[in-house]
């Protein structure tokens, strides 16, 4: 399953359709209670629907979590947490045996209950019709989650050890998860550190030694400037961004580029120096292909 970052951005689905969708909220929260009883009227000629629906207890339960997947649909809020409702949703149909052609089914008549609502609440067509193509991608994308969690659903029944492997998946996940974390609080002492040899650097100037104190400094700068694209990156990445690879190569880039500042307070031979720009024009070009690429 991709994850719901990636889904919002294959279906075109921004900001403005979360809050397109939150204005609706008010306005089909007065439909909640009418949604359940006309949804029961669209099934009530489904051939499965009395092996599944099979007492007023389980009906009941039923039409509540219908209303509220009603109102979480214009929420406003659609996350991991949200993506994760979703194929829970998907797998308890896979657990029934219900088939995915009812779903589909019943996700029309969803649609066309909410396009009714929208039809009989704005007035205005250039509104609506704005309303109605975020109501359509939510619907999509919920639509998309649920069959996909029918087909990873119907996998499973392949894998006998599949309860071992998703504990195993789990574990795995958390054991990375700590492991960036602790790579967050690596950076945040290494920043420390930096700041450190910044003051040092910062030192030879009011010592006397301008030239090298002013190098040493820019170097310090540089250095401290990629720590904090680093922890930028992985706070990304712990809230689901991608792996920003351009990110390690500037760490590089800089690396060499305080080596020349370096060497040229040394007096280090030519030839050395020339290796080092040359490192630092491959590099170049290597961080310029991966920004093209990424963007």
Same mark, same amino acid.
């Given at each position: 399953?991709?994850?719901?970052?990636?889904?919002?951005?294959?279906?075109?689905?921004?900001?403005?359709?979360?809050?397109?969708?939150?204005?609706?909220?008010?306005?089909?929260?007065?439909?909640?209670?009418?949604?359940?009883?006309?949804?029961?009227?669209? &099934?009530?000629?489904?051939?499965?629907?009395?092996?599944?629906?099979?007492?007023?207890?389980?009906?009941?339960?039923?039409?509540? /979590?219908?209303?509220?997947?009603?109102? =979480?649909?214009?929420?406003?809020?659609?996350?991991?947490?949200?993506?994760?409702?979703?194929?829970?949703?998907?797998?308890?149909?896979?657990?029934?045996?219900?088939?995915?052609?009812?779903?589909?089914?019943?996700?029309?008549?969803?649609?066309? %209950?909410?396009?009714?609502?929208?039809?009989?609440?704005?007035?205005?067509?250039?509104?609506?019709?704005?309303? /109605?193509?975020?109501?359509?991608?939510?619907?999509?994308?919920?639509?998309?989650?649920?069959?996909?969690?029918?087909?990873?659903?119907?996998?499973? =029944?392949?894998?006998?050890?599949?309860?071992?492997?998703?504990?195993?998946?789990?574990?795995?996940?958390?054991?990375?998860?700590?492991? =960036?974390?602790?790579?967050?609080?690596?950076?945040?002492?290494?920043?420390?550190?930096?700041?450190?040899?910044?003051?040092?650097?910062?030192?030879?100037? %009011?010592?006397?030694?301008?030239?090298?104190?002013?190098?040493?400094?820019?170097?310090?700068?540089?250095?401290?400037?990629?720590? &904090?694209?680093?922890?930028?990156?992985?706070?990304?990445?712990?809230?689901?961004?991608? %792996?920003?690879?351009?990110?390690? &190569?500037?760490?590089?880039?800089?690396?060499?580029?305080?080596?020349?500042?370096?060497?040229?307070?040394?007096?280090?031979?030519?030839?050395?120096?020339?290796?080092?720009? /040359?490192?630092?024009?491959?590099?170049?070009?290597?961080?310029?292909?991966?920004?093209?690429?990424?963007?």
């Amino acid at each position: 399953m991709e994850s719901i970052r990636d889904i919002k951005k294959h279906y075109n689905f921004f900001e403005r359709d979360a809050s397109n969708l939150m204005r609706v909220s008010p306005v089909m929260a007065k439909y909640a209670d009418e949604f359940p009883h006309k949804f029961y009227e669209h &099934i009530k000629d489904f051939e499965e629907t009395s092996r599944f629906l099979k007492n007023e207890e389980v009906i009941k339960r039923h039409q509540k /979590a219908l209303k509220e997947w009603l109102l =979480n649909l214009f929420s406003g809020d659609y996350e991991d947490s949200y993506l994760t409702s979703l194929e829970k949703v998907g797998f308890a149909h896979v657990k029934i045996g219900l088939r995915p052609h009812y779903v589909n089914a019943s996700m029309n008549f969803v649609r066309i %209950f909410c396009l009714d609502v929208l039809r009989k609440e704005f007035k205005d067509e250039a509104e609506r019709r704005e309303l /109605a193509n975020s109501l359509e991608k939510i619907i999509d994308i919920n639509l998309d989650v649920i069959i996909s969690s029918f087909v990873e659903g119907e996998l499973k =029944n392949y894998f006998i050890s599949h309860k071992i492997e998703s504990k195993m998946i789990q574990v795995a996940k958390r054991f990375v998860h700590g492991l =960036n974390l602790v790579l967050l609080v690596g950076l945040m002492l290494m920043s420390v550190m930096v700041m450190g040899l910044f003051v040092y650097d910062v030192s030879h100037i %009011f010592d006397g030694n301008i030239e090298k104190g002013l190098l040493s400094t820019l170097g310090s700068l540089l250095v401290l400037w990629v720590v &904090i694209e680093l922890m930028n990156t992985e706070i990304k990445h712990l809230k689901g961004g991608k %792996f920003a690879i351009k990110v390690f &190569i500037s760490v590089a880039l800089v690396s060499v580029i305080r080596k020349i500042l370096i060497t040229t307070l040394k007096g280090e031979a030519i030839e050395a120096q020339l290796a080092l720009i /040359a490192a630092v024009a491959v590099l170049g070009v290597v961080y310029w292909l991966i920004a093209r690429i990424e963007a």
